[in-house]
């Protein structure tokens, strides 16, 4: 998506040579045109799926899959990382993140996922894919149908986008990321 990595050029930072700090548009300040035309460019890429429902997690990915469900015209559902006093019935994975070293807790109320979804998955970066196989195994567990994953920017020097591919998930990257050696950010073609 050209508006996408435009924007990631001129506005993204090279925080160290395996993280890109773009917080400034999207994942702190968000800008809302921006993330309006990742929406329609998600409509675009998955639109012959029939999908009913958004699915992806807090915080960051909120935004993006508000964006995704407005262009839909679906609703969002975000996973929850602290499990909320009032919900008992709920879907649960456990997702271990690579950059923080530590595992976390998702969940899904079950009053929000079931059998009869089609849903599409949004996230804003991928890197090891552990939270994209956290919210699959709530959606095996509901018996929805995971559709495909839509990700913002996809890191292609990590291991998530091959170990996904090659599961047979249909993903779509806006950006892929081939390096960030040298505090450069080269993109995949
Ligand atoms: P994985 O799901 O692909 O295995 O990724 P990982 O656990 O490593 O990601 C942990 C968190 O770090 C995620 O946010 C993810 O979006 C974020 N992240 C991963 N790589 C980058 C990067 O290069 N730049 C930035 N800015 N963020 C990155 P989270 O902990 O779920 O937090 P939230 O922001 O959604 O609340
Ligand atoms: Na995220
Ligand atoms: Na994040």
């Keep these: 998506m050209k508006e996408l990595k435009d924007y990631i050029k001129l506005h993204g930072k090279v925080a160290n040579s395996s993280t890109l700090k773009v917080d400034s548009f999207i994942n702190h300040q968000i800008d809302p045109k921006l993330m309006m035309a990742i929406g329609e460019e998600f409509k675009k890429r998955f639109q012959d799926k029939n999908i009913n429902k958004v699915l992806t997690i807090e ?34 994975a456990t997702v271990y993140s690579f950059t923080k070293k530590e595992s976390y807790n998702v969940c899904v109320s079950k009053e ?52 996904l591919r090659e599961n047979g998930i249909h993903l779509e990257s806006l950006a892929i990321i081939d390096s960030l050696e040298n505090n450069t950010i080269k993109f995949k073609d």
């Design 59 to 92: 915080a960051s990915g909120i935004a993006i899959g508000l964006a995704t469900a407005f262009a839909f015209n679906v609703p969002l559902v975000f996973a929850k990382k602290k499990k909320p006093s009032t919900m008992n019935d709920m879907y649960n």
């Design 112 to 163: 929000f996922l079931n059998e009869n979804d089609k849903v599409l998955v949004v996230d804003d970066f991928l890197a090891m894919g552990n939270a994209l196989v956290g919210l699959k195994e709530i959606l095996n567990e509901a018996g929805a149908e995971f559709v495909g994953a839509g990700i913002v920017i996809e890191k292609g020097f990590q291991e998530g986008g091959k170990f």
